[in-house]
């Protein structure tokens, strides 16, 4: 089925090549520019950043989607693609590295279709306008005031007035699609809020340090409703996969008008 895959894409690519519509970049300097846009040394990270799986030479349509899915790999060969960056990609830390069971299927699959596999993890959270808690932030309203934790991860904003836990809970489900999970002093007027994006859940000491009044972020675990409750903030679990889907649309968009080349957002949604 791969081969099958490969030659009718091949066959497409070359007739695309012919019209001469759209651009196109090699998978170098697009990774490389990538790299260095979001300055991928400054990180210590939990997997590697930037190509992680390569395929051919040239790019002309580029895939996002916010995870290397099996269903995302295939929306992206179908759709002809000739890369595909994700936020959430391959060779975790402490993971077992053997390419076996759905590891081997998943590269299988890139590699079947000669589809490479861009990723960024942390530069893509903290990028200050591309990153997954900028574009939260511009969804939301919220105007960065500061940033603070570990690589500035956490976000600030002063609201212009006072709002309440089922008013922002309201206006995160309208936002993200997804209503949200809110513990803590529900009935605190929030002045202050603070926010990161994805599984930060663990980041609430540094939001209540920071004197928010009411942290979003994307996951919760069971002991952030006691902190929550006891050091008297909100918490907001908004959605792990809901707040992460607007960084890796803001880079494909932005790597799209740098260098010409075609760009499509994929969503496999995930309720986490």
Known sequence: MDRKVGTTRGRTKAARRR???GGEVSLQNLANYADALLDVPRFSDYCPNGLQ???RPRVRRLVSAVTASVAVIDQALAAEADA???HHGYFWRGEDPRIVGIRRH???RLIGGDLSLIAYHLPLDVHPTLGNNARLGALM?????GRSGPTDLICHADLP?????PGIGALLAARLGRAPLVVGA?????????WCTGAAQDMLDAAIAAGADAFVSGE???RTTHLAREAGIVYFAAGHHATERGGVQALGEALARRFGIEHRFVDDDNPV
């Not at 309203?141 to 005031?145: L, S, V």
């Not at 009935?187 to 603070?194: D, L, S, T, V, W």
């Open 84 to 86: 595909l960056l994700v």
């Open 53 to 55: 799986v390569e395929g």
């Open 19 to 21: 019209s001469g519509n």
């Open 220 to 222: 919760i675990a069971e």
């Open 141 to 145: 309203g919220w105007k960065i005031a």
């Open 161 to 165: 007035r006072p709002r309440t836990a």
């Open 186 to 194: 529900l009935e605190r007027p929030i002045r202050r809020i603070a």
């Open 106 to 108: 998943r590269l299988a």
